[in-house]
Antibody, heavy 120, light 110 residues
Framework: QVQLVESGGGVVQPGRSLRLSCEAS????????MHWVRQAPGKGLEWVAV????????YYGDSVKGRFTISRDNSKNTLYLQMNSLRVEDTAIYYC?????????????WGQGTLVTVSS | QSALTQPPSASGSPGQSVTITCTGT?????????VSWYQQHPGKAPKLMIY???KRPSRVPDRFSGSKSGNTASLTVSGLQAEDEADYYC??????????FGGGTKLTVL
């Protein structure tokens, strides 16, 4: 079965950096686009970024553009999110999400998430 | 771009049907047949319920159905059960590789 396990969350000061990881199993990771989606405490969902299966393309939500970088290592079945210049408003649970059947237009399986808290 | 608009709450009694709406614009919901719906129980990860407006993954009960008219998409839950009580989020492709979510609807089974 599909499993997505996020790690790397924690408490970090504003302006600092953090890298999240997501280890995937149970499906052909190397032919699937992957997303990061976040959810601030008690709030709704916000799409963060997507990366194509072959790293040929990556796209970002407006609120993280220029600060966050999505990447992947298909040899390790692992997805990453490098978060720089973190802000208090980046505090959220970050979910690793397998792309749906329509190529970057919807979401299939979700991991359990990792909590990132940005606070001084 | 703004988030899609959902009612904050909806409710129904066991066995009844309830419909949740998701309103966008011609640049997102109205412009593409890529609306999807997600169920989220408290403290859990979201789960895909409907994709491409009305398609249902095999793992999802056929009590869940989706539709769209103009700039508004809808999720209908028929034969409400206690386990359907959860938050529901819609999502739509908005062009230029951008994806939007609705603010979420809390469904209560009375």
């Amino acid at each position: 079965q599909v499993q997505l396990v996020e790690s790397g969350g924690g408490v970090v000061q504003p302006g600092r950096s953090l890298r999240l990881s997501c280890e995937a199993s149970g499906f052909a990771f190397w032919i699937q686009a992957m997303h990061w989606v976040r959810q601030a405490p008690g709030k709704g969902l916000e799409w963060v970024a997507v990366i194509w299966y072959d790293e040929s393309n990556e796209y970002y939500g407006d609120s993280v553009k220029g600060r966050f970088t999505i990447s992947r290592d298909n040899s390790k079945n692992t997805l990453y999110l490098q978060m720089n210049s973190l802000r208090v408003e980046d505090t959220a649970i970050y979910y690793c999400v397998k792309d749906g059947v329509n190529g970057g237009k919807d979401f299939d399986y979700w991991g359990q998430g990792t909590l990132v808290t940005v606070s001084s | 771009q703004s988030a899609l608009t959902q009612p904050p709450s909806a409710s129904g009694s066991p066995g009844q049907s309830v419909t949740i709406t998701c309103t966008g614009t011609s640049s997102d919901v109205g412009g593409y047949d890529y609306v999807s719906w997600y169920q989220q129980h408290p403290g859990k990860a979201p789960k895909l319920m409907i994709y491409q407006v009305s398609k249902r993954p095999s793992r999802v009960p056929d009590r869940f159905s989706g539709s769209k008219s103009g700039n508004t998409a809808s999720l209908t839950v028929s034969g409400l059960q206690a386990e359907d009580e959860a938050d529901y989020y819609c999502s739509s492709y908005a062009g230029s590789h951008n994806l939007l979510f609705g603010g979420g609807t809390k469904l209560t089974v009375l």
